[in-house]
């Protein structure tokens, strides 16, 4: 833990993340003392949950001797299946260097490493692969000229000979234990993806922050499986409510059954006039062909939010403008979808608006109003958006 400073702190028993605990100047003065204080008093449930779940005896306050760095009871993953991980980027840059390096550097590394070129005429990602250590060798490239995160999600679904597929973006950090929890996802029957927790590298900023607060991409602590059938959540939105299953930044899918869904719509996605939405669209589309998501947040990313305001504005109307085109997809394409979206109209308006919904659960009384009417607007636009992107793939 820091020496001084206010810090977040990740907390993880066997491998398993159990929340994050904010500590103050005063705490991180105090020593570690402090620091297990505050567990105890904030995770000591989830602690003695999860040691009586593995029938080890549970110790009294304090918890210092119960957070022991042990993999003892991470669930096991199958070494018969083959991983592959897609990088998606468009420059050579020192973050895509270190996303290479902690996948390179996994506890199971992934059979096969595929970095996909959306700016291949000036990107340079080629002589930056040529001018790396020997490790870079083992790295394929794959060149996708044609603009969109869609398209070169595509073209390396396309290259790889992996069972599953994992995709990530060149702005991450990948804990070592990532892979392992990917594959670990997909022990159970009938499982289409794995999405794992993704928090941020650093909170120095205030547009981090609020980030955070718009909702970021923690998706929580607790490992959760979504389908039609006995794991179907309460929301009433379900399976609309496509945020819940996770983000496109850190996905895993069984790799025939992406190919046999066309992998993502390249009339939606970052570099589209639609802007994003191709990774809720295709989680979406799993869940309606039956299978399963499971959310396992042991596959922890680190993720670079941006650190300016303007940056932060930009990318929360990306984010509306990719959520109301991916809608308008499924409206325009599917009558039973239209009837039933059409029925969910009111909730979604809550879910969206109410400040007690999940979706707004974060935002503390300072949030600025001006973001939500920026995300507000950029769903009002989506459909136009997509129209136009869908003229245009």
């Excluded at 669209?281 to 670079?304: M, T």
């Excluded at 990306?318 to 029925?343: D, F, P, Q, W």
């Amino acid at each position: 833990m820091p020496s001084s400073g206010p810090a977040q702190v990740l907390v993880r028993l066997h491998g398993h993340p159990l929340g994050i605990v904010q500590l103050s100047s005063g705490d991180t003065a105090k020593g570690s003392a402090a620091f297990y204080e505050r567990v105890d008093r904030e995770l000591g449930p989830a602690v003695r949950k999860h040691l009586d779940a593995d029938a080890i005896p549970v110790p009294a306050s304090p918890l210092e001797g119960a957070l022991p760095s042990s993999v003892a009871c991470r669930r096991g993953a199958s070494r018969d299946l083959k991983i592959s991980v897609v990088v998606n980027a468009c420059e050579a840059s020192s973050d895509l260097r270190r996303t290479l390096a902690s996948i390179q550097a996994q506890s199971r590394p992934p059979d096969e490493l595929v970095v996909v070129d959306n700016r291949p005429e000036t990107s340079g990602i080629p002589d930056l692969l040529a001018a790396s250590d020997s490790d870079a060798s083992q790295v394929g490239y794959v060149s996708e000229p044609v603009k969109g995160l869609a398209r070169a999600r595509n073209a390396g679904l396309a290259a790889v000979s992996g069972d599953i597929v994992v995709f990530t973006d060149a702005d991450v950090v990948a804990d070592p234990l990532w892979v392992d929890f990917i594959a670990s996802g997909f022990e159970d029957d009938g499982v289409g993806a794995v999405t794992g927790l993704i928090l941020p590298a650093e909170m120095e900023t205030e547009p981090q922050m609020l980030f955070e607060e718009f909702g970021g991409f923690n998706k929580g602590y607790a490992r959760r499986r979504f389908d039609l059938y006995q794991n179907r959540p309460a929301s009433p939105l379900f399976p609309f409510a496509v945020g819940m299953y996770g983000s496109g930044a850190n996905g895993a899918f069984r790799t025939l059954l992406l190919r046999d869904l066309g992998g993502f719509d390249v009339a939606l996605g970052t570099g589209t006039v639609a802007r994003g939405g191709e990774d809720l669209d295709v989680y979406l589309r799993i869940i309606q062909a039956g299978e399963g998501i499971v959310y396992e947040p042991g596959a922890i990313i680190w993720h670079s939010h941006h650190r300016r305001y303007e940056d932060l504005r930009r990318q929360i109307y990306n984010y509306g403008v990719g959520l109301g085109a991916m809608m308008a997809k499924h409206m325009i394409t599917s009558r039973r979808e239209r009837l039933e979206l059409l029925r969910l109209g009111p909730a979604c308006a809550r879910h969206m608006l109410d400040p007690r919904s999940p979706k707004n659960a974060k935002k503390g009384t300072a949030y600025p109003r001006s973001l939500t009417l920026l995300e507000l607007a950029g769903v009002v636009h989506g459909p136009f958006a997509y129209l136009a992107s869908r003229r245009h793939a």
